[in-house]
C-alpha cells in the first residue's frame, strides 16, 4: 500500500504562485509516475502533469509554461509549481501514484482558489 499526503493549497491572488507538496509513504519501489490531478465545481477530474520515474514529464495544455511538476526519488516526493496562476485554476488538486503492478494510489486533495 502507498499513502499519499498533499500540502500546500490555499488562498492566492491571479498571477500569484504556489508549490504543491505530496509525500508518498508505505513502499519506496515500484512507483511509476507521480502526478497531479485537479478537480472543479461540476467537472471532471482531470490530469494537470506526470512524471516518470525517469523524468520524462506530461502537461495538460492549459498549464504549459506556467506549471512545472518534479519529483525527487530519494524522498518520494512529487511536487508541483504552479506559476501565474488564474481563476480557473482553481479546483481541488489531488497526488496520484501509478505503481508497476498498474495499482493507482489518490492523495485527499488540497484547496487551491484562485481570487482577488
Known amino acids: 500500500q502507498v499513502q499519499l499526503v498533499e500540502s500546500g493549497g490555499g488562498l492566492v491572488q491571479p498571477g500569484g504562485s504556489l508549490r504543491l507538496t505530496c509525500v508518498a509513504s508505505?513502499?519506496?519501489?515500484?512507483?511509476?509516475?507521480m502526478g497531479w490531478y485537479r478537480q472543479a465545481p461540476g467537472e471532471e477530474r482531470e490530469l494537470v502533469a506526470d512524471?516518470?520515474?525517469?523524468?520524462?514529464?506530461n502537461y495538460a495544455d492549459s498549464v504549459k509554461g506556467r506549471f512545472t511538476i518534479s519529483r525527487d526519488n530519494a524522498k518520494i516526493v512529487v511536487y508541483l509549481t504552479m506559476n501565474s496562476l488564474k481563476p480557473e485554476d482553481t479546483a481541488v488538486y489531488y497526488c496520484?501514484?501509478?505503481?508497476?503492478?498498474?495499482?493507482?494510489?489518490w492523495g485527499q486533495g488540497t484547496q487551491v482558489t484562485v481570487s482577488s
Open positions: 512524471i516518470s520515474s525517469g523524468g520524462s514529464t
Open positions: 508505505g513502499r519506496s519501489f515500484g512507483l511509476k509516475t
Open positions: 496520484n501514484v501509478l505503481d508497476v503492478y498498474d495499482n493507482d494510489y
